[in-house]
């Protein structure tokens, strides 16, 4: 998977999260995020770790767990 592949599966994950408010989910993936040690979610697309980090904190949310 390239960078732009991860950044897709981001994207299109925080989009399903956000129920399709495209608006709202590109507030969240260009701004710093706690749980995300203070780091975009679109810049964490870069890795294959870091991507399933973002993946797995909007599972996380998801589910309402709060981190």
Known sequence: MNDE???AAI???????????????KRWLNNQVRSLGHKRPLDMAHTEE???TV??????????MFL
């Open 11 to 25: 994207t299109k994950a925080a989009i399903e999260f956000f129920k399709g408010d495209d608006e709202a989910a």
């Open 55 to 64: 993946l797995n904190l909007i599972n996380c949310l998801e589910h309402g």
């Open 50 to 52: 870091d991507t399933e």
């Open 5 to 7: 592949d991860r950044l």
